[in-house]
């Protein structure tokens, strides 16, 4: 799928076992193909996307949107779910004040995701995790 077809490319961390479970579950809800999904462990990435920070996406979701806007964190996790018609899940995530708590909480969330999915799925990291 080319960038120019998809609505949204999301750029998403292939070695954590929790995002790639979340990509995995998205690119199954996504039955028109509106997403691209990039790994951005991939050898080839910094050629195809030279604009995307990969340390900074390793920070913090990242997202492009078809007109080439650049999004990070929930606010690329709220268009995605939007895409394939469950915005609505999480759209309380996006409201005045809430947002600021749960833009907080999905910061911690993202610096320790590793952790996070050592404690839930048992592995940490992995190396060649694929969301096909």
């Known amino acids: 799928m080319s960038e120019q077809s998809s609505k949204l490319v999301i750029f998403f961390d292939g ?31 910094n050629q195809r996307y030279p604009a995307v920070d990969v340390a900074k996406a390793n920070q913090y979701l990242h997202g492009q949107t078809r007109s080439g806007e650049m999004i990070y964190g929930l606010d690329v996790t709220y268009a995605a779910w939007s895409l394939v018609g469950k915005g609505w899940m999480i759209a309380p995530l996006r409201w005045p004040v809430i947002r600021w708590f749960a833009d907080k909480a999905y910061l911690f969330f993202a610096r320790y995701r590793n952790r996070i999915s050592k404690l839930l799925t048992g592995k940490e990291r992995c190396s060649q995790c694929s969301i096909d």
């Open 15 to 45: 070695g954590c076992p929790l995002c790639v479970k979340e990509m995995r579950h998205l690119r199954k809800l996504d039955e028109q193909r509106k997403i691209q999904f990039e790994n951005i462990n991939e050898s080839d990435f």
